[in-house]
């Protein structure tokens, strides 16, 4: 059965008919619109995620398969940290490089895991962890550092 936005038996039947309605009618009505719409729906579609600025450039899983230990991680104190109260390692490494996406770990605002990670990441945040980027140069000074 074909739907008509100019039918009125067409509507009223559900929320999900009544919204393909509404569109259909936008098309119609609106071609330039809806044409621009649709542009920008495929071009969103075909950004990669990982060359946006809103993820971290690997997944958590993929740094731990190809590194032996966490010490080449950007953020290795907070992956460490995370990684270690048993958080997922992809989660922990969007949280490790300062996305505050507890909603990743649980939904549930009670749940222990989430205000686990939730602490960890304050005291993270408080200290300024995430305030400078990391500087990996050859300059270190040994001197400094105490026994």
């Known amino acids: 059965m074909t739907l008509d936005y100019k ?3 067409d509507w009223g039947r559900s929320p999900l008919t009544d919204s393909a309605l509404r569109l259909e009618q936008f098309k119609v009505e609106n071609p330039e619109q809806w044409a621009a719409m649709i ?9 990669p995620i990982f060359e946006s600025e809103d993820y971290p450039p690997f997944t958590g899983t993929e740094f731990i398969a190809t590194h032996s230990t966490i010490d080449d991680h950007p953020y290795s104190a907070a992956f460490g940290q995370f ?12 949280l490790a490089f300062g996305s505050n996406r507890f909603d ?3 939904d549930d605002l009670d749940d222990p895991v989430r205000q686990l990670a939730t602490r960890i990441y304050s ?12 500087d990996y140069g050859d300059d270190i ?4 550092i105490p026994y």
Do not use: C, H, K
């Open 7 to 9: 039918n009125p038996n």
């Open 39 to 47: 542009s920008a729906d495929i071009q969103s579609l075909s950004t």
């Open 83 to 94: 990684l270690g109260n048993g958080i997922d390692p992809d989660i922990a490494n969007i």
């Open 104 to 106: 990743l770990i649980s």
């Open 123 to 134: 005291r993270f945040e408080d200290m300024g962890y995430w305030d400078e980027v990391p």
């Open 141 to 144: 000074n040994y001197d400094n």
